[in-house]
């Protein structure tokens, strides 16, 4: 994957194309333009994780060099986490990349700021406020993970953002669990991207990992929203978090076996 396979990519008006980052890294094209959610490019975690119960190492090296994202429109990020929102990915994307708007929960502002990033190129995301992005629009979306979490004046610390481009709706849901309100909050969404590494108490509390929907969780909402077609996430970049792909594959045809899904490689482009 390098930057001249994503930019002559073909894709007609009406087609959407999906290259995978790892962990929950997506870049979106729609004609010309082009949408960063997530992106985690170095090994800031494994050099910089407080933890001292786990030791994390990257299953797999990041598809694509930071730098050579130089022709992105928007980056997105979900949460202040460094493998939702990198300083060093972010501080090379605000270096190599003169046009990117960088656009993060209000409350974390301030915090992807410091990477290198000018207010002037910064949008601090509230919930339920959609953006007009030239061509596509953003609402954000409350994340509970693993519960809702709001600064003190009320705006929400952790993000999804549900994407429309052309006539197709992704959602990104960050890092998430379920909570009363998401479903109909994400009703007919033709794309749901959605954790399944699920949470356990001694994940939380020996190793400092919050967790995210369980694989069951994430198809019974694919279900429940009368999802187009669902894609799984957050399940294969560090093995101290990781779950096995197969049993989400295993709980979605055993609950909804007609649900439409993609798995994807890292690197790989997919085509709606």
Known sequence: MNKNTIMETKLTDNQVALFYLGQE??????????????????????????????K???????????????????????????????????GTLAKYNSKAIFIAPEPIKETILSY?????????????????????TITPVPSAHEELHMDENGNYM???YKI?????????AGDCCVYDGLVERLMNTDVLMLPINGRSYFKVY????????????????????????????????YSVNCVNPAHFVDILYTINPMQKFHMFVPGECYIL
């Open 56 to 90: 994390w190492v990257r299953n797999y090296p990041a598809p694509i060099e930071a730098a050579e994202l130089d022709f992105v429109d928007y980056v997105l990020c979900t949460h202040a986490h460094y493998d939702h929102a990198d300083p060093y990915t972010l």
């Open 25 to 54: 890294g997506f870049l979106i094209k729609h004609r010309k333009k082009y949408i960063l959610i997530d992106p985690y490019l170095s090994d800031y975690v494994d050099q910089n994780c407080c933890s001292k119960t786990v």
């Open 158 to 160: 952790e993000l999804g």
């Open 164 to 172: 429309t481009v052309g006539d197709i709706s992704i959602y990104h």
């Open 206 to 237: 020996d190793d400092d990992i919050i967790g995210n929907m369980t694989a069951e969780e994430a198809v019974i909402l694919a279900n429940k929203t009368n999802a187009g077609m669902m894609v799984p996430m957050h399940y294969d970049l």
């Open 116 to 136: 290198g990033i000018t207010p002037d190129r910064m949008i601090g995301a509230i919930a339920d406020e959609m953006l007009e992005l030239n061509g596509c």
